[in-house]
Structure formats: C-alpha cells, structure tokens
C-alpha cells in the first residue's frame, strides 16, 4: 500500500483543505486494527509527500501529474490525500495516460454530492475537474458519479448531454448491498481509479467539508461501500479530498477521525 499527501487547493472555499493528510494520518495512530481485523501500524507504511506551492498553481498541477504517473508505473495500489479535489484532475490526467501506455481500460467512480462539471477557464477549481478531465478525453462510458444530490443547471445540461451515468442518494440508499453490485459491475475488467470527495457523506457525520450538503448518506453505509470497493481486485487508486481540517479542529476533529477510518478500511 503506498499512500500519498497531496496538498493541492485551488478553490475559493477550500483553505484549510491542505493539511488533511497529515491529520488523517495522525488519527490513523489511534486504529490499531480495521473492520477486517488487519492490524494498522502506520510507521511501516509506505508514505510520500508531494511538496506544493499552492500560489503556483501550473507548477503544482506539473508536479501533481509527473509524481501520479511514475506512481501507477510502479505501484499497485496507491491512496492519494488531499488537499481538495481539484488534485483528481492532474491525478486522473496521469491515470488516462498511465491506462493508455498500459493498453487497459480506464475507470472512474466519483463519489460527491456534487458533479463537479462548471466550464473552466483556467487551471481547474474543485468545482470544474470532471468536466475539464471530460473535455481531455477521459472516456464518458467509463465514468460513474454516486450520491449526487445538488447539481447547477449548467452541470446538468453538460451531464445530460454526454450521458455521464449516475447513481442518486435515493437510488442508492433504497438497496445498498443491490447498489454496489452495480457499482462493482460496472468496473468489471477495467482498471479502477475511485475519488472521494467527503462530502457525499452527509454533514451530521462528516461536517467540515468545503461545500456541505444535507441529505447524504451516513458514514456506516459509506463505510459499507468503501469495503465492497475495497474488494475489486482491479482498484488502482483512491482520492480522499475536501477535508477541511484546520476547520475541524473546533468539532472534535470528527471529520478528520472520519477519513482516518475510511483510510484503514483500504490498507
């Protein structure tokens, strides 16, 4: 397991989003053993730091990319800390590229309350990644979004358009085993790269996020998905994004103590 801190932010609501990882890695400490019964011992971890200068935002963004690419060159699994999510877009960027030259096929599972897809008009925000990330290539067949519950008009018609294929908080909760059948399904003999913007979960369970919204999923049903996930033998990587962690300290860091416990349920 080789997990990665990636510090990036660019957007107008994520300051505070840049210490996440080492945070989560603090309370990791505090896990001694996941739900599976694997001992967690963080010091023998394989860890690494991508080290960014977030008022450079094209060195960051060149630095993100060449780092993920030599990462899914040489290692089979891989966990990536935000920061907030506009880190997926040069991530996923090296991961099209990286399937490419590997002649695999390239999935995406973002899990958000939210699409992501405004228009960008520079380096892509936490709010413009997927879209952006669309606009490049990344193949639209391959992509599925779960738990969206607030889209803007714009992201609608941009996801109408292309089909971009989704599973709603509703759908979702009405048959939670059924649902990752689905999901499982649907990334069945492709390599698996799933993002995680915390948001999906709702804010009673996972309040400091850059953007909350209520009506999510509980942090024991994610914690349900994430494990199903966990089993698809073709998962490359995972993000964990939007953390506000500076924010969190006012709440018992319960947000923070949330992304530690999805983390071990990946080691």
Known sequence: ???VKVPGINGSDSEGC??????ILKELRKIHTNESGKNIDVDLLDLEEIHLDNSDLKKTEKLIYENSLETFESKPK???LGGDQSISYPILSAFKDYCKNSHVESCLIVFDAHPDCKKSKGYPTNEEWLRRLIEEGFSTKNI????MRNSEREESEF???IKIKTINVNRLTEDLHETCDT????????ELYISIDI?????SFAPSVSKSESG????????YIIQRMNKIKTLRAVDITEINSEEDKNRGNITVKLGAKILSELI
């Open 1 to 3: 397991m080789f997990i």
């Open 18 to 23: 840049q210490r996440a990882g080492e945070a």
């Open 78 to 80: 891989t966990i990536f």
């Open 144 to 147: 599925l979004i779960v738990g």
């Open 159 to 161: 996801l109408n358009g």
């Open 183 to 190: 999901i499982m399904e649907f990334s069945n003999g492709k």
């Open 199 to 203: 948001d999906v979960i709702d804010p």
């Open 216 to 223: 999510g999923i509980t942090s024991r049903e994610f914690l």
